[in-house]
T-cell receptor, first 112, second 114 residues
Framework: SQTIHQWPATLVQPVGSPLSLECTVE??????LYWYRQAAGRGLQLLFY??????ISSEVPQNLSASRPQDRQFILSSKKLLLSDSGFYLC???????????FGPGTRLTVT | DQQVKQNSPSLSVQEGRISILNCDYT??????FLWYKKYPAEGPTFLIS?????DKNEDGRFTVFLNKSAKHLSLHIVPSQPGDSAVYFCAAISPGGSQGNLIFGKGTKLSVKP
């Protein structure tokens, strides 16, 4: 069966520091991968998606970036965090032919 | 502009009764809809979905109804159980949009009282 992992689970970082969040999927090949953010009191906002290695599409311009160095690995990064980057970051995957996305456990990021 | 709206931020229901969670959308091009359930500090869990060619889909205690003319869908949970207490997100997919781009509502927090 497929599983999706995210780490770290929680993170507290100062403003201006770098960020790296990792997501890996097991039990499937060539998944579509997604990064979402849920800010306080708001719904889920799609940040990036990837349909293959090295292929990244950005939905919202910001100081975050994403990379997909391997088929089942998706990384969310920032060179300098802002206070507004605080939130709950979720990685999700889907098979190419499916609409249902399956989410990881999430990372709670607090920028201080 | 919000394309998927969940106008009730919270709902409280007695155990054993029916929970009805509502969702409205503005884009008539949406052709697939999903409901997710989310516990605090966890990722959303897929619950049930419906294609725009249907008006009802049922899975155990969960039923989703779609009214295309009203651009409205609802999730019915019956009977409601305390373990159903969570935030429920409605999501929609637009054909021709970003690959698998789910557009989410802001969620409704359901509380089921024992």
């Amino acid at each position: 069966s497929q599983t999706i992992h995210q780490w770290p689970a929680t993170l507290v970082q100062p403003v201006g520091s770098p960020l790296s969040l990792e997501c890996t999927v097991e039990g499937t090949s060539n998944p579509n991968l997604y990064w979402y953010r849920q800010a306080a009191g708001r719904g889920l906002q799609l940040l990036f998606y990837s349909v293959g290695i090295g292929q990244i599409s950005s939905e919202v311009p910001q100081n975050l970036s994403a990379s997909r160095p391997q088929d089942r690995q998706f990384i969310l990064s920032s060179k300098k965090l802002l206070l507004s980057d605080s939130g709950f970051y979720l990685c999700a995957w889907t098979e190419d032919s499916s609409y249902e996305q399956y989410f990881g456990p999430g990372t709670r990021l607090t920028v201080t | 502009d919000q394309q998927v709206k969940q106008n009730s931020p919270s709902l409280s229901v007695q155990e054993g009764r029916i929970s009805i969670l509502n969702c409205d959308y503005t884009n008539s091009m949406f052709d697939y809809f999903l409901w997710y359930k989310k516990y605090p500090a966890e990722g959303p869990t897929f619950l049930i979905s419906i294609s725009s060619i249907k008006d009802k889909n049922e899975d155990g205690r969960f039923t989703v109804f779609l009214n295309k003319s009203a651009k409205h869908l609802s999730l019915h949970i019956v009977p409601s159980q305390p373990g159903d207490s969570a935030v429920y997100f409605c999501a929609a997919i637009s054909p021709g949009g970003s690959q698998g781009n789910l557009i989410f509502g802001k969620g409704t927090k359901l509380s089921v009282k024992p």
